[in-house]
């Protein structure tokens, strides 16, 4: 140890000795971490540390491939991504990096979908340009080869009026209820135990369902036996045939068959998703195609067409809102989804190798 530095007002100043409470910063050690012991080497024996609670949720982190890549961020090489996110590990206790199979791609594992949004939305600020894949959660094998997955305890206070449609959503989604009683104030506290996946995407859903007035904790509990499948996303989407600017004649048409997530002018390329579709399978659309002018219709006549306000997405929304086969595109200007396959017939020889395999 070369120096103990001390906090004096918003200033660190080397200190010759600091005693129990202080917070100090410590030079001198190449690699130490939370739960360390550092002492005198006639010390034998580690302090007790409370066990940190393992990751729960991974996504994908890669380096951006659309054909948009490096027009609205400068940090876009597969070097500097790893750089950050291996300096990220070090100072935060929760995240994990690991190299994916893929040379360009790291696996980065946290405790929850909102720490992940965090590191994520942070390194947009700091003019990274990203492709994120779906949250997974982080199972585990036992002795006996049963799958575990991450369960954790959800504490939820609630108006009584929305007791009901909290206990069945979350249901639904594999939870257990574990006790109900009445918090006073006309709210009622439940506490139930849930699928760490069961959650992803939830927040949301539980916000609308309860008119912002409930408030949900969460923490990890244990790994527990695989619960089977839960109901992920009903609606298929609308995917970009073209590379261009959306027009707004077209994006009229469309909006008979879905909610659209783009607006005139957006830049659209083929393969990126442009809205949700209203039925259950995905299908392919064209943003581009103008209106056909004769001399009989006028351009003038767009004038006239008057769209719908289309549904922006946020880093969390989008991230719980795509399926496996689906990328978040993160720029410092723009949060856009897409296929990660943008040929159809790429698509379509990876869901036939998919059906082939399951």
């Not at 700091?126 to 991450?150: C, I, K, N, Q």
């Not at 527990?224 to 298929?236: E, S």
């Not at 008979?256 to 393969?271: A, N, Q, T």
């Given at each position: 140890m070369t120096k103990v530095l001390a906090f004096r007002g918003l200033k660190r100043q080397p200190v010759d000795e600091a005693l129990p409470g202080d917070i100090v910063a410590i030079a001198g050690f190449s690699e130490a971490s939370v739960s360390d012991t550092l002492c005198d080497l006639a010390a034998t024996e580690a302090l007790p540390a409370q066990p940190i609670d393992p990751p729960t949720l991974s996504v994908t982190i890669s380096a951006n491939d659309s054909p948009l890549a490096g027009r609205e961020g400068s940090k876009v090489q597969s070097r500097v991504i790893r750089e950050r996110l291996m300096r990220q590990a070090e100072g935060d206790v929760a995240i994990s990096v690991t190299e994916a199979a893929s040379?360009?791609?790291?696996?980065?594992?946290?405790?929850?979908?909102?720490?992940?949004?965090?590191?994520?939305?942070?390194?947009?600020?700091?003019?990274?340009?990203?492709?994120?894949?779906?949250?997974?959660?982080?199972?585990?094998?036992?002795?006996?080869?049963?799958?575990?997955?991450?369960?954790?305890?959800?504490v939820i206070d609630v108006d009584d009026d929305y007791s009901g449609v909290v206990i069945e959503k979350l249901s639904q989604r594999k939870a257990e209820l574990v006790e109900m009683k009445p918090a006073g104030a006309g709210k009622t506290r439940l506490t139930m135990h849930a699928p760490a996946r069961a959650l992803i995407g939830y927040h949301g859903e539980f916000l609308t369902d309860t008119r912002g007035t409930g408030v949900i904790n969460r923490s990890y509990?244990?790994?527990?036996?695989?619960?089977?499948?839960?109901?992920?996303?009903?609606?298929?989407?609308?995917i970009s045939t073209g590379d261009g600017a959306a027009v707004?004649?077209?994006?009229?048409?469309?909006?008979?068959?879905?909610?659209?997530?783009?607006?005139?002018?957006?830049?659209?390329?083929?393969?990126?998703?442009?809205?949700?579709?209203a039925k259950p399978n995905d299908l392919d659309v064209n943003p581009l195609k103008a209106k056909q002018l004769t001399n009989i219709r006028a351009a003038g006549k767009d004038e006239a067409v008057r769209l719908?306000?289309?549904r922006r997405m946020t880093l969390e929304q989008a991230i719980s809102y795509i399926d496996d086969d689906e990328l978040v595109e993160v720029t410092p200007k723009s949060i856009r989804i897409r296929k990660i396959a943008l040929k159809p017939h790429l698509r379509k020889r990876r869901a036939k190798a998919e059906r082939e395999a399951g």
């Open positions: 040379r360009d791609a790291f696996e980065v594992a946290g405790r929850g979908e909102l720490q992940l949004g965090v590191l994520i939305e942070n390194m947009r600020r700091e003019d990274f340009e990203v492709a994120v894949s779906r949250p997974r959660v982080v199972t585990r094998t036992d002795d006996d080869g049963t799958l575990l997955e991450p369960i954790e305890e959800v509990l244990k790994h527990a036996p695989h619960k089977g499948a839960i109901q992920g996303r009903r609606n298929g989407v609308l707004p004649f077209a994006i009229w048409n469309l909006e008979e068959r879905g909610v659209m997530f783009i607006s005139p002018g957006d830049k659209v390329y083929e393969g990126m998703i442009v809205g949700e579709n719908t306000t289309p």
